[in-house]
């Protein structure tokens, strides 16, 4: 620990010197991530609250009600009437709380899950003391359907779906696994992506709580939500089954708590708030539609100077196959300052196209990509 502290303008310079040393979504130079930068009114918002702890909400009657008023966005948004939940700090904590609701409220250990799901599910299953089952993938990589029946039984606690992969964007038939889940057990939907996403897309599948079988669901504003980094929601059908997870917090101005974190960050609650209340459905849609315009124009690139896609994009996921290994042209965009990542389900380079990353990026991007496949 520093021993004197320092005047504000040279806490500052540390403080901008170590800023310049990270990269920014506004650079368009970040096609790996599904965080883009959150729109202004977010920001300001989120420093407005910034000193707000929902984990002793008797304190922040303002907050709560903000996160009341989102949760209740959400499920209109996502088709979830009367549906309870809470602003999370992402997609890993809220699946995180959907599988320990779900163990509390089976009793029963098993989770079933696609091998295009989220590592979240991994971490899950170890701090709860479930066992992972992981099924297979057909050749459109979604989940197998037949596979995954094969695995439910008396133990199995949840069976989970993913609305939006992390790798490709792609969108398990959350209908079908509906249709094998057991009375007893949940289904959850991972859409930490695609719930910002596929509700302003034509001719998507059902994947929300239309489907009478949806238990949880995630969904993560600080995504295509354009909110503040971090912020990720949890939403449940039946309020009663959160009870299943409440401690008693008897210092706090509220005696019990029904959230993984006890201490919440909760200028989230307002960003969100101020990114969903600026944009509207409206607004989303037009962001939406611009990613698609620019992914499709990557697909198109890609094809015309030789490569190959893994698959026609569902969202603003695009996978491209590489004539050598991925990681190899991954390191070579990385030296000419792109940040692209490789996926694994199947091999290839993937790119993120999300509201920061333009025509023009893409036109960049590829005349690298070009010398980065000559050089090796």
């Known amino acids: 620990m520093w021993e004197e502290g320092l005047g504000e303008e040279d806490v500052l310079k540390e403080l901008h010197a170590a800023s310049r040393k990270d990269m920014k979504f506004k650079d368009g130079n970040i096609l790996g991530s599904m965080c883009t930068e959150p729109l202004a009114i977010a920001k300001m918002a989120h420093f407005d609250f910034i000193e707000t702890n929902l984990g002793n909400a008797g304190l922040y009657p303002g907050t709560k009600l903000l996160e009341d008023i989102i949760i209740g966005q959400l499920a209109t948004l996502l088709n979830g009437e009367g549906v309870s939940g809470h602003i999370v700090s992402g997609g890993t904590e809220a699946n995180i709380t959907a599988l320990w609701i779900a163990r509390n409220t089976t009793g029963k250990k098993e989770v079933i899950f696609p091998k295009s799901a989220h590592f979240s599910f991994f971490k899950a299953c170890d701090i709860l003391s479930m066992k992972p089952v992981s099924v297979p993938l057909t050749d459109d990589f979604v989940i197998d359907i037949d596979k995954a029946r094969k695995k439910v039984n008396k133990k199995t606690a949840a069976i989970v779906g993913i609305a939006g992969t992390t790798e490709l964007g792609m969108i398990d038939s959350i209908e079908e696994l509906a249709s094998i889940t057991p009375d007893d057990a949940f289904l959850h939907v991972d859409a930490a992506f695609g719930g910002f996403v596929i509700p302003f897309l034509d001719d998507m599948p059902k994947f929300d709580f239309k489907i009478p079988e949806v238990s949880t669901l995630t969904v993560d504003p600080h995504k295509m939500g354009m909110a503040t980094i971090p912020s990720g929601a949890l939403l449940v059908r039946n309020p009663e089954n959160i009870k299943e997870i409440e401690t008693l917090a008897p210092y706090l101005t509220l005696f019990r708590q029904t959230a993984l974190s006890g201490t919440r960050g909760s200028a989230a609650v307002a960003s969100t708030y101020a990114a969903m209340r600026a944009l509207g459905r409206r ?31 569902v969202m603003n996921v695009l996978g491209i196959y590489m004539p050598t290994a991925p990681s190899k042209i991954q390191a070579g965009l990385d030296e000419k300052g792109w940040k692209v990542s490789v996926a694994t389900n199947p091999e290839c380079l993937r790119l993120v196209i999300m509201p920061h990353v333009t025509k023009q990026k893409i036109d960049e991007l590829f005349a690298d990509l070009q010398e980065v496949l000559a050089g090796v």
Not at 292 to 305: E, G, P
């Open 283 to 313: 607004g989303y849609s037009r962001i939406v539609q611009q990613c698609m315009v620019v992914t499709n124009y990557a697909a198109d690139k890609a094809k015309s100077v030789g490569l190959e896609i893994v698959k026609k994009p």
